[in-house]
């Protein structure tokens, strides 16, 4: 079990696209699969599923070739990062997301604009 999951998700994505695999399985959590489904809506992902697997669990991802350049993560355990709305992150000039928890749930900055709220930023993804 690792102390930031998130922090592991985008290890494991970037670690599978440097070496061209483009299935991924990781221990599942609600905040993934939000983040997952994020990704599947703007695009990044084929698509993931969810398997019921003794003791957690399973969440595969289906990625895409050549669709995820680079992520980053923001905000850590150790140093949060909040936006408002009017100080909300623009990626590569409006090229890539960031994906942010808000009271609305897990929300892309197109959609938290959108819906008019800010929150923590977790990732960049380009």
């Known amino acids: ?19 061209g695999v483009l299935h991924l399985e990781l221990p599942s959590s609600n905040i993934l699969e939000d983040i997952a489904d994020v990704l599947l809506k703007e695009g990044y992902i084929d698509k993931f599923e ?30 949060r990062v909040y936006t408002n ?19 609305k749930g897990v929300l892309s900055d197109r959609m938290a604009r959108k819906e008019k709220v800010g929150g923590e930023v977790l990732v960049h993804v380009w």
């Open 1 to 19: 079990m690792t102390n930031d999951p998130i922090g592991d998700m985008i290890t494991r994505i970037r670690n599978s696209l440097t070496r």
């Open 50 to 79: 969810t398997r019921d697997e003794y003791p957690q669990k399973i969440l595969v991802l289906h990625l895409k070739k050549d669709a995820i350049r680079g992520l980053g993560r923001i905000s850590k355990p150790s140093r």
């Open 85 to 103: 709305l009017k100080n909300m992150p623009r990626v590569k000039e409006g090229l890539g997301i960031a994906i942010l928890s808000t009271s």
